[in-house]
T-cell receptor, first 116, second 113 residues
Framework: AQTVTQSQPEMSVQEAETVTLSCTYD???????LFWYKQPPSRQMILVIR??????QNATENRFSVNFQKAAKSFSLKISDSQLGDTAMYFC?????????????FGTGTRLTVIP | KAGVTQTPRYLIKTRGQQVTLSCSPI?????VSWYQQTPGQGLQFLFE???????NKGNFPGRFSGRQFSNSRSEMNVSTLELGDSALYLC????????????FGQGTRLTVV
């Protein structure tokens, strides 16, 4: 079975600073995708960034980047130049070839607060 | 391009009743998944429908069921509601292959009293 662990229930960061959210996962699948989703108070889950397991290069999306360590099964999210709009719950998620498309396993989330 | 639409946004039901939630996916998407989000259990996968067939199922009792219509719209039904069914129910649509992104609706907040 797949498990996704986020060990930081809450974090805070000063506006314009950098913050890193941690995520580890466990799986026996060889072909999978990892995601970071953001859920603001509006409750809508928004995809922040995704990483294909077969790609060694870390994904980057503007101010968001990941540190993907496949052997360690670690997938952390770095947010640079934090903005007030980044305040939200952040969920790490796993999707595997065997478990099926559009079937995501989520971590418990990290509540990020950006302080002005 | 319209996003994923879930109706209703809020719902209050009494224990023992049944409820039906609706999800209209993004046009062209054939896969619809449902998730239950609670403070205690987090986000849990309920089931996924692809081209009107249930393709994957999570670990939920048989009181939770769903279906998908030929236009890809999906409904989720919960019978004999329990207090513990109070949750945010999220729907996600995608093209249905591993490489494609899932887009979420804003959810239906169900409260069972």
């Amino acid at each position: 079975a797949q498990t996704v662990t986020q060990s930081q229930p809450e974090m805070s960061v000063q506006e314009a600073e950098t913050v890193t959210l941690s995520c580890t996962y466990d799986t026996s699948e060889s072909n999978y995708y990892l995601f970071w989703y953001k859920q603001p108070p509006s409750r809508q889950m928004i995809l922040v960034i995704r990483q294909e397991a077969y790609k060694q290069q870390n994904a980057t999306e503007n101010r968001f980047s990941v540190n993907f360590q496949k052997a360690a099964k670690s997938f952390s999210l770095k947010i640079s130049d934090s903005q007030l709009g980044d305040t939200a719950m952040y969920f790490c998620a796993f999707q595997g070839d065997q478990t099926g498309a559009n079937n995501l396993f989520f971590g418990t989330g990290t509540r990020l607060t950006v302080i002005p | 391009k319209a996003g994923v639409t879930q109706t209703p946004r809020y719902l209050i039901k009494t224990r023992g009743q049944q409820v039906t939630l609706s999800c209209s996916p993004i046009s062209g998407h054939r896969s619809v998944s449902w998730y239950q989000q609670t403070p205690g259990q987090g986000l849990q996968f309920l089931f996924e429908y692809f081209s009107e067939t249930q393709r994957n199922k999570g670990n939920f009792p048989g009181r939770f069921s769903g279906r998908q219509f030929s236009n890809s719209r999906s409904e989720m039904n919960v019978s004999t509601l329990e207090l513990g069914d109070s949750a945010l129910y999220l729907c996600a649509s995608s093209w249905g292959t591993l490489q494609t992104e899932a887009f979420f609706g804003q959810g239906t907040r169900l409260t069972v009293v």
